[in-house]
């Protein structure tokens, strides 16, 4: 069954995914001259940045995500669908949906990244990934919930294993997530579980490497250590962790740590979809696309964010899968389609930041090295003014202004899902 779009004399871009890539074309484009649809599994625009304020329950979802059809509302020319794609039929020009079918014209392939678990079962069926705002209301919920029930047993090992989080990846997502952790710990705790010891909550950050911020400045890394430490996280360089069953953590070099939570940061991956051959992926199954963003190979199908791998001198294995790559090749391939004209992408680096609770973050701007309080305000401003929407900007800096001075996240709800009554 097709879709319901209405036909049109125009030329049809489908972009899937409304991600930093899918959003910012589909902005660009929706005045054009062509027949826009935009495609996503969500009805939402989400901002991944700052997911782990939404776990850590500094953040509410709603000020990170924003509706699409409020964000087109004045634009007769796009089609917004929810709808999951699942495979891209190249000879008929169609993609699969769960809902149904679309023909394209052209398509757009923008749906991002997933968790990678390198095939480990255990660790997928057990592990918290931190990939969508439904994703970080459960690591939400957990962390509370986990509280709650060490108060309600007197068994040690069971209480650590409430208690302890274990982070995995020592990227910007597992350095921010275990400072605003151990915030939660020194702030937090003491006000609303006085009955626990802060002394038995551990949080450590485990990296196979030997330097956190891998992608960063070596002096990036050795600050964040140093800002971790000083917070009390337990930061593990050089620890691979190979399994965990739901209570134990299993390290290569033999360790065995109890704990309830696990958090994975430690790797990404594209989703792969039915009619795009293997061999159009490259590592991270990201499709191997020429610089003017068309996948290699096929016939009016572009990638680009993370999806996208265009491979350089400078980008052998692609340019990073940050926003501004989504956000930069979004631009370029929009001002293609609008004058017609074919060219070559090329990518900007903006520099890197990652913060580590309050005052401390690290960036690199350039050859320029930042640390501290001055690199925080940076990071501060520089989200503030990405994430979409007037009153999400407004609502994201009174929440930081608030936690500021009072030293509180107010949002610490556990929202169990609804269950319909027998
Ligand atoms: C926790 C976290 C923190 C991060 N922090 C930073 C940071 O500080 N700075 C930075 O630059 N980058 C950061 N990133 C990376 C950055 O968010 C990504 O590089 C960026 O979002 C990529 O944009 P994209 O448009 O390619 O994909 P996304 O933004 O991931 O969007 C993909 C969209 O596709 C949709 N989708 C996926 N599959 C399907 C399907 N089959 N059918 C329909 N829709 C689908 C999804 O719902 C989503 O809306 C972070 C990422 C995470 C997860």
New binding site residues.
């Given amino acids: 069954m097709p879709i319901n779009i209405p036909e049109s004399q125009k030329e049809r871009i489908v972009i899937?995914?409304?991600?930093?890539?899918?959003?910012i074309l589909a902005r660009r484009l929706c005045r054009s001259q062509y027949q826009i649809v935009l495609?996503?599994?969500?009805n939402y625009?989400?901002?991944?940045?700052?997911?782990?304020q939404v776990a850590m329950a500094g953040l509410e979802p709603s000020s990170i995500s924003f509706p699409l059809r409020k964000a087109f509302q004045s634009n007769k020319n796009i089609h917004i669908r929810v709808?999951?794609?699942?495979e891209v039929n190249q000879e008929d020009k169609q993609i699969i949906?769960d809902c149904g079918y679309v023909n394209y014209d052209h398509l757009v392939i923008?749906?991002?990244?997933?968790t990678n678990f390198f095939g480990n079962e255990n660790l997928r069926k057990h592990a918290f990934p931190?990939?969508?705002i439904s994703e970080s209301l459960h690591l939400r919920n957990h962390i509370f919930q986990d509280l709650e029930n060490a108060l309600l047993t007197r068994d040690y090992d069971d209480r650590q294993g409430f208690i302890d989080v274990i982070i995995v990846g020592g990227g910007?997502?597992g350095v921010?997530l275990a400072g605003a952790l151990a915030e939660m710990k020194k702030y937090i705790l003491p006000k609303d579980y006085p009955e626990l010891d802060q002394e038995e909550v551990d949080i450590y950050l485990m990296q196979s490497g030997d330097r956190l911020l891998p992608g960063m400045s070596e002096v990036a890394g050795q600050k964040a250590k140093v800002f971790l430490e000083e917070i009390g996280v337990n930061v593990q360089l050089n620890t691979r962790v190979m399994d965990y069953d739901g209570s134990y953590v299993y390290t290569k070099d033999g360790a065995k740590i109890r704990t309830d939570k696990v958090v994975w940061?430690a790797g990404?991956k594209c989703?792969k979809?039915k009619g795009l051959q293997d061999e159009l992926y490259a590592r991270g199954n990201r499709l191997i696309t020429h610089d003017d963003c068309r996948v290699k190979n096929t016939v009016d199908i572009y990638a680009?964010?993370?999806?996208?791998s265009i491979t350089s001198e400078a980008y052998p294995y692609g340019h990073p899968?940050?926003?501004?790559?989504?956000i930069q090749m979004?631009k370029h391939l929009a001002k293609q389609f609008k004058t017609g004209k074919q060219k070559s992408f090329k990518y900007k680096d903006l520099g890197?930041?990652?913060t580590i609770g309050r005052n401390r973050a690290v960036a690199d701007l350039g050859k320029r090295r930042l640390t501290g309080f001055f690199a925080w305000v940076m990071w501060l401003f520089v989200?503030l003014f990405a994430i979409v929407g007037v009153k999400n900007k407004v609502f994201v800096f009174l929440n930081w202004i608030w936690n500021y001075f009072t030293y509180d996240q107010s949002l610490r709800l556990i929202i169990k899902p609804y269950k319909k009554e027998e």
């Fill in positions: 899937v995914g409304a991600g930093f890539g899918g959003f495609l996503d599994r969500n625009h989400q901002f991944q940045p700052l997911f782990y709808a999951e794609l699942l949906t923008a749906t991002g990244a997933t931190l990939k969508s910007p997502t921010e940061a990404i989703p979809f680009i964010g993370d999806a996208a899968q940050v926003a501004q790559t989504a979004a890197s930041m990652a989200h």
